[in-house]
């Protein structure tokens, strides 16, 4: 197990499953409530709401 | 000297390159608007806030804590899946090389003061708080502090980040009047901040990524076992300490080759007067003396 770790394979399988949660949050909608937020001023972020 | 002074300054024209692609919208800073175009779909891999009147894309600390926070999602996977996909492919490269709070922090450091701290008492201690305000301010209070409708503020956003200060209060206050009107204790709060941050960063390399930054901690995690890493030639290394000598985070690269508070800045290959520390996404042999020191 900790071969695997130190190894890139595991970088590899993980930046794959990062993949894979990507286009499971895209097929969701999660990418419209990311852009609601980005695309509006979000007062919280810049100290008035 | 020069060699090493200039791929200083060749990692921060990349960085402000970033800085600049992030925040390209340059109508945004004339008219004090900022971007609704398609881009802010996406997330950018640095700490940018998004409601900078430049900025073409999403902050993922901001967009993790929106999705987080909606009244219909509580597990963000599109935001969590591309920190992961990130973070598994360079880890905190992108502290080092992406990150537009970075390179100002970077910059800070450089103007002289009497007394700069490498290190103090807590200091090791006080790395593990940016782990606690990632499980505090960007998860736990944006997912369970919820209005009647079911949603979350970004807590972080709202109560720390001086990167939306910087980035979003101040330009849009000064270009739009009707934010103006509307500041209050928070503005002055979050303005403390700031000033604090840069204050600290003039005296203490990088204070905000080390004990502060939600995204720093998150790519930590993956600094280990990235693909894109840090390795040292045992057989070339003469355990002279230079290496660990120059880091100004701290670290040792002999001892943790790729060690969680390692930005990749590469300020130790290029000190290293054997060449033994190198750095890639493909190293053929790979002998890096990661858990040593565990």
Same mark, same amino acid.
């Given at each position: 197990?900790?071969?695997?770790l130190?190894?890139?394979?595991?970088?590899?399988?993980?930046?794959?499953?990062?993949?894979?949660?990507?286009?499971?949050g895209?097929?969701?909608?999660?990418?419209?409530?990311?852009?609601?937020?980005?695309?509006?001023?979000?007062?919280?972020?810049?100290?008035?709401? | 000297?020069?060699k090493?002074r200039?791929?200083?300054?060749?990692?921060?024209?990349?960085?402000?390159?970033? &800085?600049?692609?992030?925040?390209?919208?340059?109508?945004g800073?004339?008219?004090?608007?900022?971007?609704?175009?398609p881009l802010?779909?996406?997330?950018?891999?640095?700490?940018?806030?998004?409601?900078?009147?430049?900025?073409?894309? &999403?902050?993922?600390?901001?967009?993790?804590?929106?999705?987080?926070g909606?009244?219909?999602?509580?597990?963000?996977?599109?935001?969590a899946?591309?920190l992961?996909?990130?973070?598994?492919l360079?880890?905190?490269?992108?502290?080092?090389?992406?990150?537009?709070?970075?390179?100002?922090?970077d910059?800070?450091?450089?103007?002289?003061?009497?007394k700069?701290?490498k290190?103090?008492?807590?200091?090791?201690?006080?790395?593990?708080?940016?782990?606690?305000i990632?499980?505090?301010?960007?998860?736990?209070?944006?997912?369970?502090?919820?209005?009647v409708l079911?949603?979350?503020?970004?807590?972080?956003?709202?109560l720390?980040?001086?990167?939306?200060?910087?980035e979003?209060?101040?330009?849009?206050?000064?270009?739009?009047?009707?934010?103006r009107?509307?500041?209050?204790?928070?503005?002055?709060?979050?303005?403390?901040?700031?000033?604090?941050?840069?204050?600290?960063?003039i005296?203490?390399?990088?204070?905000?990524?080390?004990?502060?930054?939600?995204?720093?901690?998150?790519?930590?995690v993956?600094?280990?076992?990235?693909?894109?890493?840090?390795?040292?030639?045992?057989?070339?290394c003469t355990?002279?300490?230079?290496c660990?000598?120059a880091?100004?985070?701290?670290?040792?690269?002999?001892?943790?080759?790729?060690?969680?508070?390692?930005?990749?800045?590469?300020?130790?290959?290029?000190?290293?007067?054997?060449?033994?520390?190198?750095?890639?996404?493909?190293?053929?042999k790979?002998s890096?003396?990661?858990e040593?020191?565990?």
């Amino acid at each position: 197990m900790r071969r695997l770790l130190s190894s890139r394979k595991a970088g590899i399988i993980i930046a794959v499953l990062g993949l894979a949660m990507i286009g499971y949050g895209l097929y969701r909608g999660e990418a419209a409530v990311v852009f609601t937020k980005a695309a509006r001023i979000c007062l919280e972020c810049i100290g008035i709401g | 000297m020069d060699k090493k002074r200039d791929r200083e300054w060749r990692r921060h024209r990349i960085q402000a390159l970033w &800085a600049l692609l992030y925040n390209s919208y340059i109508m945004g800073f004339v008219h004090g608007k900022i971007y609704k175009g398609p881009l802010k779909n996406l997330c950018v891999p640095g700490l940018n806030c998004y409601s900078c009147p430049g900025a073409l894309g &999403a902050c993922p600390i901001g967009s993790l804590q929106a999705v987080i926070g909606s009244w219909n999602f509580k597990f963000a996977f599109y935001v969590a899946g591309f920190l992961i996909f990130t973070g598994a492919l360079v880890g905190r490269f992108v502290c080092g090389w992406l990150c537009p709070f970075g390179l100002i922090q970077d910059l800070l450091h450089k103007i002289p003061f009497p007394k700069k701290l490498k290190t103090f008492k807590g200091d090791k201690l006080l790395r593990k708080l940016k782990y606690v305000i990632l499980a505090v301010f960007v998860i736990l209070l944006p997912l369970f502090a919820v209005d009647v409708l079911g949603q979350g503020a970004p807590y972080f956003c709202k109560l720390i980040c001086p990167a939306g200060t910087l980035e979003g209060g101040i330009p849009l206050v000064l270009l739009n009047k009707s934010m103006r009107s509307a500041i209050g204790w928070l503005y002055a709060w979050k303005n403390i901040l700031l000033l604090a941050t840069i204050f600290i960063s003039i005296i203490i390399y990088r204070p905000f990524c080390k004990y502060i930054c939600p995204l720093g901690a998150v790519y930590s995690v993956f600094n280990p076992i990235s693909v894109f890493r840090y390795k040292v030639d045992e057989e070339k290394c003469t355990g002279c300490g230079a290496c660990a000598r120059a880091c100004k985070m701290q670290v040792d690269p002999v001892r943790n080759t790729n060690h969680t508070e390692c930005i990749r800045c590469g300020k130790c290959k290029s000190i290293c007067p054997e060449g033994a520390i190198t750095s890639g996404f493909w190293n053929r042999k790979d002998s890096s003396r990661q858990e040593k020191s565990r």
